[in-house]
């Protein structure tokens, strides 16, 4: 009887501990862009041991995917590559801040048998093949690109795209608007568009299996994701007329040379951007964040996100992310410091919401 009795209240402690455990750990809810996923995930793993009380579950559903979610209002935080629309911030009961969280690049890539190298490409000339208006990769205006490399005879170019709502998208071909008059006019930019020819993968890992599986093919993925399966990249022709490849750096540079005309509210296109060595495919990418929030969950993020200006950025040129200019993280550092936090008995955030 004592036995039993021993055993019951072992039980009973054991679950008003796992209960207690339970209620401790705050549970982050997060959706949207693939482009970034490799960082954050690395992020959120690392964080628990800064603040074993969070956990984070983020679904790399795409940037369109992500905020469509967000604005339901079924996700804490969205995140997408391209900013959001007016329309879309006006959908919001709650201002919605967009804190930039590192800096990549829109890679084309290809699987050409028999080529190995890095390729070059003029915007005009990109432009036209994902419009379909070049179909074979022995065409007059990519030889005469790349004169020292044997072009297989009569191979069809097969296009790869994202057939989800994607912020990838949404960056390369709001280049592509820039550069050619003919896109813009036929096609123009989004998350998605009518791609007039080519096959069509979810995510960055559905277009890298696809480029992956079809010889003659040619894609657009976030930079990591053609360093990782180790593709071969186009050097894109840029502003300054120099062929520039992806890289950490050659991004770096296309977010130093637009800081001094990036917006209050850091929604701004970096594509195209002036200078030497700049790759004209570079983009920030974003987390989208209520202005306002629940008090306990609404500080466990804020903490998150000064910890993703500091400790975080040093984790991104390892993945083949670029990091944020030491300007722009004091810019976003003071921004998160806009956040009101509801119910906080913090004097500050009490201040906030007066």
Known sequence: MAKSAIIFFGLVVGFFSLGSFAAETVLINGA??????????????????????????????????????????????????????????????????????????????????????????????????????????????????????????NQYIIVCYRSDGSGTTAVFTEYLEKVSSDWKKRIGSGKSVKWPAGLGGKGNEGVSSLVKQNPGSIGYVEMNYAFENKFPVFAIKNAKGDFVLPSVKSVTKAAEASLKSLPEDFRVSITEAAGSDVYPISAYTYLLIYQKMESHKGKKIVDFLKWSMGKGQTMASGLNYAPLPNQLVKRVLSKIDTIVLEGSSDKKEAHKLN
Do not use: C
């Not at 800064?50 to 995917?65: A, C, L, M, T, W």
């Not at 201002?95 to 590192?102: D, E, G, N, Q, R």
């Not at 048998?113 to 065409?139: Q, R, Y």
């Not at 990519?142 to 020292?148: M, T």
């Open 32 to 153: 949207g862009a693939t482009f970034p996923y490799p960082l954050y995930a690395k992020w959120f793993s690392t964080y628990r041991e800064v603040d074993k009380s969070v956990e984070f579950n983020y679904q790399s559903i795409g940037s369109g995917g992500g905020i469509r979610q967000f604005l339901a209002g079924t996700t804490d935080f969205g995140a997408s590559d391209a900013p959001m629309k007016d329309d879309e911030l006006a959908q919001s009961k709650v201002p919605i801040l967009h804190i930039p969280a590192t800096l990549g690049a829109v890679a084309v890539t290809f699987n050409l048998p028999g080529v190995k190298d890095s390729l070059n490409l003029t915007p005009e000339v990109l432009a036209k093949i994902f419009m379909g208006d070049i179909k074979k990769w022995d065409d007059e205006e990519i030889l005469k690109l790349n004169p020292k490399v044997v072009m297989p005879k």
